[in-house]
């Protein structure tokens, strides 16, 4: 049963590692994807749609992740 436990808490510690990692990523790829919206579409009504750039642009980013993951740690 103590095996078990320094097992459990490495992959606890990786989830969180991992989990911190995206949640970083997301942040920058958010912030670009409003900032590219902002300068390419300024003073038009795509400008007011920064929100919705910003969550497609996290929404791809995170299905890529998923998918390269996926595929390479089988």
């Known amino acids: 049963m103590s095996a078990d436990k320094p097992s459990n808490w490495k992959s606890i510690s990786i989830t969180a590692a991992v989990t911190l990692l995206f949640v970083v990523a997301s942040y920058f790829v958010w912030s670009e994807g ?40 089988k």
């Open 34 to 73: 409003n900032q590219l919206a902002r300068k390419f579409a300024g003073g038009t009504v795509l400008a007011d749609l920064r929100f919705l750039f910003g969550f497609l642009a996290v929404f791809l980013f995170l299905s890529l992740a998923q998918a390269l993951m996926s595929r390479f740690l």
